[in-house]
């Protein structure tokens, strides 16, 4: 079956611009989780759905990083004013329900370059 | 605060080799742990996971067992193969949470 999926793969943006990353989970997944790579290191946690709300964004490491999953299903990751420092790889992954050990499926992730 | 340890890499081994690539964690409660392999230009994928003392993940030929008592999950493989080339990373996740906590990952390089 289809697994998690992202778009775009990769993005460039200049410092200043905005861009919006796109997560399709798994269908029927509850739970939904965004993740940042930076270079070398392992993915840092940025904030968790389930369904459409937003239960925690004590992740997020400035305003200019907006989340939402309005209709429970894709979920999109906003970035305004793109600075250098968020040049990263940004993973999307969901869960089948709410618990907490959940095994959680992610995607390839969207490689976001800001020159 | 909770963190995971892992050593650091690259590792490069010659195909049939032994692997052990160590994690030792810090957490509060009983965490459950998993390893993650990141294939080049692919998403994580799970390649095991244990969720109390003692439990032993498997997949793939790859086991590692929960020890409380050193607070360690060391991946270990008898035989590799140059397929396993990939990036490994130790996680924990704080019984009661949701996130996640990663080790900085271990670049395995598996030689013809």
């Known amino acids: 079956g289809a697994g998690v999926s992202q778009s775009p793969r990769y993005k460039v943006a200049k410092r200043g611009q905005d861009v919006a990353l796109r997560c399709d989970p798994i269908s029927g997944h509850v739970s939904l989780f965004w993740y940042q790579q930076a270079l070398g290191q392992g993915p840092e946690f940025l904030t968790y759905?389930?369904?459409?709300?937003?239960?925690?964004k004590s992740g997020l490491p400035s305003d200019r990083f907006f989340a939402e999953r309005p209709e429970g299903s894709v979920s999109t990751l906003k970035i305004q004013r793109t600075q250098q420092e968020d040049s990263a790889v940004y993973l999307c992954?969901?869960?089948?329900?709410?618990?907490?050990?959940?095994?959680?499926?992610f995607g390839p992730g969207t490689r976001l370059t800001v020159l | 605060g909770d963190s995971v340890t892992q050593m650091e890499g690259p590792v490069t081994l010659s195909e049939e080799a032994f692997l052990t690539i160590n994690c030792t964690y810090t957490?509060?409660?009983?965490?459950?742990l998993f390893w993650y392999v990141q294939y080049p230009g692919e998403g994580l994928q799970l390649l095991l996971k244990?969720?109390?003392?003692?439990d032993k993940g498997s997949n793939k030929g790859f086991e590692a067992t929960y020890r409380k008592e050193t607070t360690s999950f060391h991946l270990e493989k008898g035989s590799v193969q140059v397929s396993d080339s990939a990036v490994y990373f130790c996680?924990?996740?704080?019984?009661?949470?949701?996130?996640?906590?990663f080790g900085t990952g271990t670049r395995l390089k598996v030689l013809a």
């Open positions: 244990a969720t109390k003392a003692d």
């Open positions: 996680a924990l996740l704080t019984s009661g949470t949701y996130k996640y906590i």
């Open positions: 957490a509060t409660g009983y965490p459950s």
């Open positions: 992954a969901s869960s089948l329900s709410s618990g907490q050990t959940d095994t959680q499926y």
């Open positions: 759905f389930q369904n459409e709300a937003q239960l925690d």
